[in-house]
């Protein structure tokens, strides 16, 4: 680590945005199943449900779109701090909830600062980090999020055997924890040293990249470099850029747009969140008997996203962005086709008094859908996971970058409140037709990857150009690149020569 250390620990900090993002994703699915949040709350049918589950999701729609305004006028700092008040406020409005509008409305308040922390944390994780770190970087995020969901469900867990509503109360109101411990962290946090170059503040960034790069020398040759180098790159845009959103949806950044979009649509159409919001009844529905053994199951889910993670943020520069998602959809989509076929043949659906659904499965399936489930989760956590967030904050120049990602973070979250709203319907109506439209997707993902999106890792943002300025074809695309990187490589070795 040595010289980088003050960057991965600012990273690290931001990346708790990443903790509260996920705790709330995190926190409904088993609070759904807690018999005295039921009954407070009048035992909400799927429709409910959906609208409970899926209020958070709307929120972090608008704030995500919000955001990209917010971190470029009053900087990604004070983005994420203003974005941990919002989420307290919402929390606190949930934990007092005296009726479902009251905690629909405070859903939707703690769903504006989880998004606007979606979108503000990896530019802000981007921007302080060299650039050989910055994919490491902006994956911890990911992983924070793994973590938050992790907490929560075991929270939850803990929290069911409370004998009243302090069972669901106390899971809800502790999200204020790490909110107020980041909001904290971030008034000892730098700006970023890219904003204040482009708010005229270079003496503060030169002192920002000094405790960044070279333990607070802030004359330092690398410090001094990269500093000209900001610099340089903000004129240059000053001078020829447009900032508009408009430029949004002209050549050369549409088809970035558009693959930013679509790969976050696709993130979420994975399915993940079905499992991530409603396992737990899934679970119940499958044959696990009782509420103490699905919500354990949702805990080891838990366990296993946040380890099954760790892979993708140690080797996603060396696997590439392709491939592992290539491969990610395949097992997803296998699993699913399984699920698919062994719930179709043996299911026996009644439906129960309480509005559930038992679908009477063999033992041998019961327990067969829940592996297939766990090795769904690793199949994600592997790829679309970390790559869903990476892809969109590499690929377009800085000075669109945060318009740019409040459009793909939204996309992320349109997609996720769909989702959260038809799934609770989907799972007791189609039961195992959901899995079967989900595999079809991951396999139909694959020729998508396969076709439009080209290859980003170990990338300069100068050779983002490049590679997004040929063919939209990416298979076909791939020769134009190699001559590139051998006409640079040629370059290279001439000039050395020359100087030698
Ligand atoms: C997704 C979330 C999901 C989480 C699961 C994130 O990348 O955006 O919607 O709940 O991964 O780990």
Known sequence: MGRNSQAYFVGSVSALGGFLFGFDTGLMSSILEMTYWQ??????????????????????????LFAGYLADKFSRKRTIMVACVVFTLGAAIQCGSRNRAMLIAGRFVAGLGVG???????????EISPPHIRGRLVSLQQWA????LLV????????????????????IG???????????????????PRWLIDHDQPDKAQQVLGRLRANGDASAPEVLEELEEIKEAVRIERETAVRSYFELMRYPIRRRVFLGV???????????NVIMYFAPSIFKQSGLSGNNASLLAQGINGVINMLATIPAILFIDRWGRRKTVMIGSLGCAITYFIQAVATGATQHKEKLSDGSVDLHLPKGVSYL????????????????????????????PMHIRSKANSITTASN???????????????KKITWGLDLIFAIIMFASIGIVYLFYPETKNRSLEDMEIIFTGSVWAHKDKKRIEEYDNAQAHHLASKEEASV
């Open 369 to 396: 859908v829940i592996v297939m489930v766990y090795l769904f989760v690793i199949s994600f956590a592997m790829s679309w996971g970390p790559i869903g967030w990476i892809y969109p904050s590499e690929i377009f």
């Open 262 to 272: 679509l790969i976050q649509a696709l993130q979420q159409l994975t399915g993940i």
């Open 116 to 126: 606007v922390l979606s979108m503000t944390v990896p530019i802000f994780q981007s």
């Open 152 to 171: 929560a469900f075991w929270i939850d867990y803990g929290c069911h055997f409370i004998k009243s509503d302090a069972s669901w109360r106390v899971p």
């Open 145 to 148: 999020i793994t973590w938050g």
């Open 39 to 64: 009954d407070y709350f009048n035992h909400p049918g799927s429709v409910g449900v959906g609208v409970i589950t899926s209020m958070l999701t709307a929120g972090c729609f608008v704030g995500s």
């Open 174 to 192: 502790i999200q204020i924890v790490p909110a107020a411990i980041l909001f904290t962290a971030m008034i000892f946090m730098p700006y970023s």
């Open 413 to 427: 979250w349109l997609f996720n409140f769909v989702i959260g709203l038809v799934a609770p319907i989907l799972i």
